[in-house]
């Protein structure tokens, strides 16, 4: 029995180790004093005019400011002097993102309600509350001959990201994730990862797969610029990237080139970009590390205001999976950009997130909405 026993214990040290592993972004030091926000240059902002072809879009992008709260939108605002590409966008609504089991919800559900439309329990990767597989408005943009492309800032496996292409039961499940990219036809996507996809338990190479299936695979954030066709696997870390000043511009650069190999594409495009880390300042309740994230998605945001002020056949849209910290703004300068803020917890809320729309359909994204709707109202916009 005692044998037993000891078999069991290890194996579930084991199973936490592992899942602890994969989550470390929870485990970044909580900033005790949590010190302000002092502005560096502020990055400039342009201003486009939301002139569109028709009222139905072409092409969707869609933002997911993964813990990003009304306050975090302020923080980022005043960090940039008053001024953010986010005055772009007239259409302004408010999610309510509660899960199917939880007030409260995790990414995992907050992202495949985003992604399928449908409420599930946390923990979910793109199936329902019974386990079953659920189609996400990618997979649905590919059944279309849509091109179709995701970029974070975490691992590519990781909760939000893979709730659009993959259907796991539990999050946690990196590898089977990655797996799951193989069994679709996406044209790009770019975030970290690198280890899920060639350093596995089962013994496959999916890189080497990835390459038989017609993929560029690349590691390299200047060679993945470079890139203006064809399929592309960008794995820009063996895990999660790092902070801003470790990965640098990594998501504006990656979203740029993102949108240039999928419009090649003439009857369309769906891309989702996460802006991953917004949460996990709020996680660690650390000020600096939550505004450096806002401003770091709000470039990225500029580069697909840029493209679709342009076409002006694609729609636009900013939103979160939910809120992290309950951050609050006690103080700050909009003319030095100074920001200090305070958090009530060092986990999610359950508190709407704003969402905002610019382009054909946008109307269709104000006031208060299930973030289910955001799903629905995407696929009635870009398939009837």
């Known amino acids: 029995m005692r044998t ?43 201003s486009y005019p939301e002139k569109v072809k028709g009222k139905r879009p072409k092409n969707i992008i869609l933002f997911i400011g993964d813990g990003m709260g009304v306050d975090h939108v302020w923080a980022g605002l005043t960090a940039n002097g008053g001024k953010l590409f986010l005055d772009n966008f007239k259409h302004i609504g408010f999610s309510k993102t509660q899960s199917a089991d ?10 495949t309600a985003l992604a399928t439309g449908v409420r599930t329990y946390n923990g979910a990767i793109g199936v329902d509350v019974n386990r079953k597989p659920l189609q996400s ?3 649905q943009a590919e059944e279309m001959k849509l091109a179709t492309g995701l970029v974070s800032t975490s691992a590519i496996t990781h909760a939000t990201p893979a709730s659009f292409i993959a259907h796991q039961g539990a999050r946690s499940k990196y590898e089977a994730i990655a797996a799951d990219f193989l069994k679709t036809d996406i044209d790009v996507f770019i ?9 596995r338990e089962d013994g496959r190479n999916l890189i080497e797969e990835l390459r038989k299936n017609g993929y560029q695979v690349l590691q390299d954030l200047q060679a993945i610029s470079q890139v203006k066709e064809g399929k592309l696997a960008g794995l820009t870390a063996p895990e999660h990237n790092g902070r801003l000043a470790e990965r640098g511009n990594m998501l504006p650069v990656a979203t740029r080139t993102a949108i240039n190999i999928l419009s090649n594409n003439k009857k369309g495009f769906f ?13 660690a309740n650390n000020t600096p590390y939550v505004v450096e994230e806002m401003l770091d998605l709000d470039r990225a945001i500029g580069e697909a205001l840029a493209f679709a002020a342009r076409d002006r056949e694609t729609l636009v849209i900013i939103t979160a999976d939910h809120e992290t910290g309950g951050m609050s703004i006690t103080d700050g300068n909009l003319y030095t950009g100074k920001v200090q803020g305070s958090f009530t917890s060092d986990d999610h809320t359950p508190v709407m997130v704003p969402i905002f729309a610019f382009g054909p359909g946008a109307s269709e994204f104000t006031g208060i909405m299930d973030n289910t709707d955001v799903n629905k ?3 009635q916009l870009l398939f009837k």
């Open 4 to 46: 037993i026993h000891f078999l069991l214990t290890s194996a579930l040290m084991l199973a936490m180790y592992t899942l602890a592993g994969q989550e470390t972004y929870k485990e970044v030091k909580h900033e005790v004093n949590n010190p302000a926000y002092q502005a560096g240059e502020f990055h400039p902002v342009k």
């Open 102 to 111: 939880k007030y409260t919800t995790d990414s995992a559900a907050g992202g």
């Open 137 to 139: 408005i990618l997979e």
């Open 191 to 199: 975030g970290g990862g690198y280890k899920h996809f060639a350093d």
């Open 271 to 283: 891309l989702m970009v996460e802006g991953s880390q917004i949460d996990w300042g709020g996680h």
């Open 377 to 379: 109202k995407m696929r």
